[in-house]
């Protein structure tokens, strides 16, 4: 089972509307981490925004958004007030703990390609 | 702000040759990491390092593969003898291990195999 799953390859949205990437992801353990990338033509990995399993709120960083529903183990992503430069690939990846309990490497999603319209 | 840097920034080489990619991690880190992303695919991990030694490793890491924090600053990847299927954007990562929120990425490094 994929322990990602981004399910919209491609998104448009209008400049200066919000849009949402959706995230789901599949763990057993309590303590995770989800992380939010974005991934410009040039190729660099930009963090955008950070959501802990145990975190009562969701978390918030500018423009950006975590609409966190751990029931359902979703993680989506709010854009608010598209900007042009917001034009990107987006990746959604978790982090789980070690058998030592130690911070492990990142799964990422397939990715989704957000375009923003003028 | 400390940075993760790489170098080169691309890389070509022939089929068969050996390739080493080039990381600095910053400098109170602990955990390294190396990840691979083919062109249009999502990012995948392939080696983690502590401690001196690895610490975990993908399938994908073979024995092609292989990884060296020689000098107590700089941490290489090693391609021993590269495929075609190789090409990819690989990227270097560092945290400092204390928050589990943080994961650093260099600029990565793009390989070309012809």
């Known amino acids: 089972a994929q322990k990602i799953t981004q399910t919209q390859p491609g998104m448009f949205v209008q400049e200066k509307e919000a849009v949402t990437l959706d995230c789901t992801y599949d763990?057993?353990?309590?303590?995770?981490?989800l992380f939010w990338y974005k991934q410009p033509s040039s190729g660099e990995m930009i963090f955008l925004i950070y959501q802990g399993s145990y975190d009562q709120q969701n978390a918030t960083e500018g423009r950006y958004s975590l609409n966190f529903q751990k029931a359902r183990k979703s993680a989506n992503l709010v854009i608010s007030a598209s900007q042009l430069g917001d034009s990107a690939m987006y990746f959604c990846?978790?982090?789980?703990?070690?058998?030592?309990?130690?911070?492990?490497?990142?799964?990422f999603g397939s990715g989704t390609q957000l375009t923003v319209l003028p | 702000e400390p940075e993760v840097t790489q170098t080169p920034s691309h890389q070509v080489t022939q089929m068969g040759q050996e390739v080493i990619l080039r990381c600095v991690p910053i400098?109170?880190?602990?955990?390294f990491y190396w990840y691979r992303q083919i062109l249009g695919q999502k990012v995948e991990f392939l080696v983690s390092f502590y401690n001196n030694e690895i610490s975990e490793k993908s399938e994908i890491f073979d024995d092609q593969f292989s990884v060296e924090r020689p000098d107590g600053s700089n941490f290489t990847l090693k391609i021993r003898s590269t495929k075609l299927e190789d090409s990819a954007m690989y990227f270097c990562?560092?945290?400092?291990?204390?928050?589990?929120?943080?994961?650093?990425f260099g600029p990565g490094t793009r390989l070309t195999v012809l």
């Open positions: 400098s109170n880190h602990l955990y």
């Open positions: 990562a560092s945290i400092s291990g204390r928050g589990y929120n943080e994961q650093f």
């Open positions: 763990t057993s353990d309590p303590s995770y981490g």
């Open positions: 990846a978790m982090r789980e703990p070690n058998l030592s309990g130690s911070a492990r490497q990142l799964t």
